[in-house]
C-alpha cells in the first residue's frame, strides 16, 4: 500500500462499478433475445414507412445508414432548414426526433408506428414549404447545425 501512497495513478473510471454491471448485465440479455435481429427490424420498418409517407407526399426524403443507426435528408438545397422543421413539428406531435434513429430493445412498432403517423400529418406542410420557397420563415427557431463548428 505505501508505494501506491508513493506513486501517482489517474484513471478516470478508477471507482467505476456500474459500467462493466451494466455491460455484463446487457451481454447476460443478448444471450437470451436476438437484439441485433429486433434492432435491424425496428430500424427498417421506421426507414420504409417514411419513406412511404414522404412519396404519398411529394417529399424528398432520403434515408442512410444502417438499420440501428438511420439518417434521414431530404434531397433539397435547404436540408438543413426542412430537418430542422420536420424535427419542431414532430415535437408537436410529442416525439423527440432528428435527422437519426437509434433503435434500441425498448423500440416496438407502435412507435414506428406513431412516427409515421406523425411525418404523415407532417409531410404535406414540409411539401408546401418547399413549393413555397418559405421552409426558413415556418420555422420560429435557428436552422440546426450539422454539427461540428469551425472556431476562428
Not at 441485433?36 to 412519396?55: D, E, V, Y
Not at 430542422?84 to 407502435?110: K, N, Q, S
Request: hydrophobic share 45%; net charge negative; glycine share 10%.
Amino acid at each position: 500500500m505505501q508505494a501506491a501512497q508513493e506513486s501517482f495513478i489517474s484513471s478516470t473510471y478508477w471507482t467505476e462499478g456500474v459500467g462493466p454491471t451494466a455491460a455484463l448485465a446487457t451481454i447476460r440479455k443478448m444471450q437470451t433475445i436476438d437484439l441485433p435481429g429486433h434492432i435491424a427490424k425496428i430500424g427498417t420498418s421506421l426507414a420504409q414507412g417514411l419513406r412511404q409517407a414522404a412519396a404519398r407526399h411529394g417529399v424528398p426524403l432520403e434515408t442512410g445508414g444502417h438499420p440501428a443507426l438511420l439518417h434521414l435528408k431530404f434531397n433539397h438545397p435547404d436540408d438543413l432548414a426542412l430537418q430542422t422543421l420536420f424535427t419542431v413539428r414532430l415535437l408537436d406531435h410529442g416525439i423527440m426526433g432528428w435527422a437519426g434513429f437509434y433503435p434500441c430493445l425498448a423500440h416496438t412498432e407502435e412507435h414506428v408506428g406513431a412516427y409515421v403517423a406523425a411525418a404523415e400529418a407532417i409531410f404535406p406542410e414540409l411539401a408546401e414549404s418547399i413549393a413555397a420557397g418559405d421552409t426558413r420563415a415556418r420555422l420560429g427557431t435557428p436552422v440546426r447545425h450539422t454539427g461540428f463548428a469551425r472556431l476562428t
